[in-house]
């Protein structure tokens, strides 16, 4: 059974940070592609950041524009657990934050997860930041 299990989130006042982590379990695959997207209600859902392992063996990663020089996505050795580290923050980064795998281990995978193209995803975690 596959699992992504997310923590982190929660309030926080604009201009502060907060880290997300996400731990995938039973994905029966050895290459693949997390990330995290977000969504408000009412609006389109947004890739935010994704990172996998290229053919080098170095990590790749990507980032919405939204999102760039504010936010780090990193991935532990063991490449099961993912972690989003959010400074900067802004109202508009208010969102319910859910973390996504997929085969894809190209840079598509971004889009892929904004598409809802994922295997898999988690329960969401909600952030809110206040003006």
């Known amino acids: 059974q596959v699992q992504l299990v997310e923590s982190g989130g929660g309030s926080v006042q604009a201009g502060g940070s907060l880290r997300l982590s996400c731990a995938a379990s039973g994905y029966p695959y050895s290459k693949y592609c997390m990330g995290w997207f977000r969504q408000v209600p009412g609006k389109a859902r947004e890739g935010v950041a994704s990172?996998?392992?290229?053919?080098?063996?170095?990590?790749?990663?990507s980032y919405a524009d939204s999102v760039k020089g504010r936010f780090t996505i990193s991935q532990d050795n063991a490449k099961t657990t993912v972690a989003l580290q959010m400074n900067s923050l802004k109202p508009e980064d208010t969102a319910t934050y859910y973390c996504?795998?997929?085969?894809?281990?190209?840079?598509?995978?971004?889009?892929?997860?904004?598409?809802?193209?994922?295997?898999?995803r988690g329960q969401g975690t909600q952030v809110t930041v206040s003006s």
């Open positions: 990172i996998y392992t290229g053919y080098t063996g170095l990590a790749r990663t």
């Open positions: 996504a795998i997929n085969r894809v281990t190209t840079d598509r995978c971004l889009w892929m997860f904004a598409s809802g193209a994922f295997d898999y």
